[in-house]
């Protein structure tokens, strides 16, 4: 599987070093830092801890760490901290029961490293709030949130998945949009020309949505498309903003967000931060900080500089 090393630097070898881990369904982010010198980063696949095999979960891990190598880095990990979606932490739980694979590996290359596993709530929160207390929103092809006290997260509004809610992610906005295509609710010509730029029959849909692999990051895929008809139709416009709405209105507002300011993590987000402050505004909603990924924040924050 390929890597992608982002940056040159060779200046890590044989420092002691933190190995931070940002890790979704469709791709994972290693970051190995040390005080002092600039990161050096590695992208590899996804890991669902919860369902992937074993010997998946290794492969990938070696491959990190084999480019991590090449660069003359990771010699000595003295901190590994490993932050995953959907990963459950219990209150006094060190390891959770979908890591317990994952740490065998991590143990097996780097014994004697103090090992952290956390979920990407907290990751987000520590990405956009740092030490300080503050409301984190993830709005990527899912959404999730929630109040963070400045070292835990104590409350969160459930998220629920792409069904039951993920107000304000993308995978929200197509399943909005194809709800209304099927039934024939999005005006022409819009419509004609959604139809003709995807394979959007009613079987293949269903197909896609109820039987599919990964029904969410299908319904998101057309995301893209929509918001390009943003400026142009008000159908789009209309919907768009909307999506943003249902976040504010059944996730953020259960938050005192007169009181703390919110932080905004993920992609879909991040690309249509114009729209989102524009709806936001009238609420009152103080954003502090908006990124892609958690993954500079978490650097920050680990670095002490946060």
Known sequence: MPFDVRNDYLLLKFRIMMLIVES??????????????????????G?????????????????????????????????VHFYAAGLIVADGEKLPRQARGLDTVLRSLFPGAEMEYASDLLDAARAVCGHKPGIAAIMGTGSNSCLYDGEKVVKNVRSAGFILGDEGGGARLGRM??????????PEPVSSDFAKDFEVDYMTVVQNVYRGDAPSKYLGSFAPWILERYETCEYVRDLVEQNFKDFI????????????PVGVIGGFGYANRAIL??????????????????IEGLVEYHLGRK
């Open 177 to 186: 949009f194809m709800s209304d295509f099927l039934k024939g609710l999005v």
């Open 249 to 260: 209105e059944r996730a953020l507002k259960q938050y005192d967000i007169s009181r703390y």
């Open 277 to 294: 402050e524009k709806v936001a505004e009238p609420y009152g909603i103080r954003f502090s900080t908006m990124a892609a990924t958690p």
């Open 47 to 79: 890991m669902n801890l919860a369902t992937m095999p074993q010997e998946s979960i290794e492969e990938i891990v070696r491959e990190a760490v084999s480019a991590f190598r090449k660069e003359g880095v990771v010699d000595d990990v003295a901190e």
């Open 24 to 45: 979704g369904a469709t791709k994972t982010d290693w970051c190995a830092v040390a005080p002092g010198v600039e990161p050096v980063n590695v992208r590899t696949p």
